[in-house]
């Protein structure tokens, strides 16, 4: 395949993608699937990424909660109203029981006013052994 004009060897390490939009620029008519069967039978550098990385391993089970306060979970949710303000809402649920311990409303959430809801929640009900969040 030849390269397009202008581009010399040093700048043309790029994908097949790229180097179409480069060749029907010049006026050539070329499909980019053509291009990509070249870069896959000739032995050019640059290829498509790959796709998104993931995490390698096992996870590890979740626990069954075995009685009231042992995991709670903290759930935030982000919904917007009518008129186009954001609200954001703070959900902290006791897992054994799906009992809702507090649900916190506010326009942008900070670190001051949740830890104060958490430690009201921890007040009337104790710490829980383990906290999870998403």
């Known amino acids: 395949m030849i390269p397009p004009s ?3 060897c040093a700048n043309w390490p790029m994908n097949d993608y790229v180097s179409a939009i ?3 620029r010049e006026g050539r008519t070329i499909n980019v699937k053509r291009v990509y069967r ?3 039978e000739e032995p050019l550098m640059a290829r498509r990424r790959g796709g998104r990385k993931r995490a390698l391993g096992t996870q590890a ?4 909660p075995q009685g009231p306060n042992q995991p709670s979970s903290l759930d935030l949710i982000a919904d917007a109203l009518d008129d186009g303000r954001r609200f954001r809402v703070l959900n902290v649920v006791d897992d054994f029981s799906r009992e809702c311990l507090a649900r916190f409303v506010d326009m942008s959430l900070s670190d001051i006013p949740v830890v104060r809801e958490l430690e009201a929640v921890m007040a009337g ?10």
Do not use: E, N
């Open 6 to 8: 202008g581009l010399g």
């Open 22 to 24: 480069l060749l029907r």
């Open 38 to 40: 070249h870069y896959r």
């Open 61 to 64: 089970l979740a626990t069954i």
């Open 125 to 134: 009900r104790g710490r829980p052994l383990m906290s999870v969040s998403d």
